[in-house]
């Protein structure tokens, strides 16, 4: 990709400072606003008074943002950090994109190139900006990246060795206009492949993506269904009849996780030359990121799970899939969301109550109230004492949210240690 004499940086977050520190390497002119520092009047002066010849954008803001409408409006190319670093990288690439399970795929195949004996660094999404880790580790072999939408929005040349797009589900659809477009944001990801890359996805979605980007593609497919190139059953993943990697008793081995980001590892094993015996290793040797299905202990024999980072439906529904029965549920916060009804055959025959918070609550509340006990609470603190209090032996309260946690917390790490604090403290004093 080119060099750049002058840039534009919207955004000043991790990722912004590290676009600059890469440019400014380069010897490009930077400039740089954000919502802290500026105004969409001075944004707009400045679009006036200088040329740029590239704008890098901050995943935090929409193409329809007033900002990124004025850099359009003066037709300044938009770059995504993520693209800017990942352009400057002179290896191989696995780029993970989906609704949920991103950075547990991304962990795990980093992991396995590692123990392949491969030079390989995590970054992206997962919270590593592209551009620092490229600058690290400007020689490694393989980059591996955790890709959202909202990087995906702006991509040009990206394009990577191996893509994945490991599911799609309800998510961001107060940014992205519908499903349709979300969908078709996501695969995005194999638009600029080459014929030698390899592009995974699950098998039912298969001919879905090949209308949204054609169908001149090097294909692989995955999931549960017999017809999936990589297929997760009883504990196993098969390609075509034979067995190539056991995931019995890991974290991986559930028909959601396994039928998913199990599966999806023997195809990206295929395709990036791993051995399936390694990842297999890696999957054995797997721990658990924190905040997804995070069993934090029992107390009264009550078992406490932190799944803070469930903040769409279809992540809580997998929580409560993998759970089990009698659940606890605390749920809400700022929602992504308008519909809530697909989730009520689950909570119908896994939840025993439901506690909602955040401003979601009401709504929550109105949908499922005649489904299960619903009682509003407001905040998680209220929520996790009035669940403890009703929580008997054998059950489990689950904090799997369903939504975002910026109208309490700064993050869902934030709420997640929230729900951590709140259970040692019962520990250490029985209330």
Request: proline letters at 3%; aromatic letters at 8%.
């Amino acid at each position: 990709m080119e060099k750049y004499r002058s840039a534009l940086i919207l955004g000043y977050g991790r990722s912004g400072r590290a676009a600059e520190q890469m440019l400014q390497a380069e010897g490009c002119r930077t400039e740089v606003v954000s919502q802290e520092t500026a105004s969409d009047e001075e944004v707009v002066r400045m679009l006036s008074a200088q040329s740029f010849d590239v704008c890098i954008v901050s995943p935090g803001f929409g193409l329809t943002h007033s900002w990124v409408v004025a850099v359009r409006q003066a037709n300044i190319p938009l770059l995504s950090e993520l693209e800017l670093g990942w352009s400057r990288h002179s290896g191989k690439t696995v780029a993970i994109t989906g609704s949920n399970g991103k950075s547990t795929a991304v962990k795990l195949i980093h992991e396995s190139l590692l123990l392949a004996r491969k030079t390989a660094a995590i970054g992206g999404n997962y919270g590593i900006p592209a551009c620092e880790v490229v600058l690290r580790n400007p020689d490694i072999d393989w980059l591996v990246l955790e890709v959202s939408s909202f990087q995906l929005e702006t991509g040009h040349q990206f394009r990577a060795d191996v893509a994945v797009i490991l599911n799609v589900l309800p998510n961001h659809l107060d940014r992205h206009e519908s499903m349709e477009c979300y969908r078709r944001t996501k695969a995005r990801i194999f638009k600029e492949s080459l014929p030698a890359d390899v592009c995974i996805v699950p098998h039912d979605l298969l001919e879905i993506v090949k209308n949204d980007i054609g169908n001149s593609r090097n294909w692989l497919t995955f999931g549960a269904s017999a017809g999936a190139d990589y297929r997760f059953s009883k504990g196993k993943v098969f390609c075509g009849a034979e067995s190539v990697m056991d995931l019995s008793k890991t974290l991986f081995d559930s028909p959601i996780i396994g039928g998913c980001t199990g599966a999806a590892a023997g195809a990206i094993a295929q395709a990036s030359g791993i051995s399936y015996s390694v990842v297999e290793d890696a999957v054995n040797k797997f721990k658990p990121l924190p905040h997804r299905l995070q069993r934090i202990g029992e107390f009264d024999g009550v078992g406490y799970i932190n799944d803070s980072k469930a903040t769409n439906l279809a992540a809580m529904a997998a929580a409560l899939a993998a759970t089990g029965e009698n659940i606890h549920l605390i749920a809400g916060g700022l929602p992504k969301e308008s519909d809530y009804t697909f989730v009520k055959e689950i909570l119908a025959e896994r939840v025993t109550s439901i506690y909602v918070i955040g401003q979601a609550s009401q709504a929550m509340k109105m949908a499922w109230n005649g489904v299960c006990p619903c009682v509003e609470c407001g905040t998680l603190e209220k929520a996790f004492n009035t669940a403890r209090n009703v929580a008997r032996a054998g059950g489990f309260i689950l904090l799997s949210p369903g939504c975002a946690s910026f109208d309490q917390f700064r993050s869902f790490e934030e709420r997640g240690t929230c729900f951590e604090t709140l259970f040692r403290k019962l520990e250490q004093t029985g209330k």
